[in-house]
């Protein structure tokens, strides 16, 4: 069972990245999916997340408008489009499986995480 988050890396502020989710040993077209974020010395706070079949989605008011989540059902993949980031963006991008259809805010109700990609915006 395994969430393998790819994509990190450095950039500029103003520039883009998309990160990516791979999801093996589990199933994904059921359930949906998110992505949150750990700055240092900080709790992890949620970023986005999109229901089991794409339609639905939720932002965090901090990237509504500059990131975009998807999931590609052939690839077994979730996204995250990131643009126009910033230096407060930085901090390690966690992906993770809600246990039920929906989209959610709520980190309870995710069971299996990724071990996290860095992503780091320099001014």
């Known amino acids: 069972v395994q969430l393998q988050a790819s994509g990190g890396g450095l950039v500029q502020a103003g520039g883009f990245l998309r990160l990516s989710c791979a999801a093996s040993g589990l199933t994904f077209s059921n359930y949906g999916m998110g992505w949150f974020r750990q700055a240092p010395g900080k709790e992890r706070e949620f970023v986005a997340t999109?229901?089991?079949?794409?339609?639905?989605?939720i932002y965090a008011d901090s990237v509504k408008g500059r990131f975009t989540i998807s999931r590609d059902f052939t690839k077994n993949t979730v996204y995250l489009q990131m643009n126009s980031l910033k230096p407060e963006d930085t901090a390690v991008y966690y992906c993770a499986r809600v246990r039920l259809p929906v989209g959610t805010m709520n980190k309870e109700l995710y069971d299996y995480w990724g071990q996290g990609t860095l992503v780091t915006v320099s001014s």
């Open positions: 999109i229901n089991w079949n794409g339609v639905s989605t």
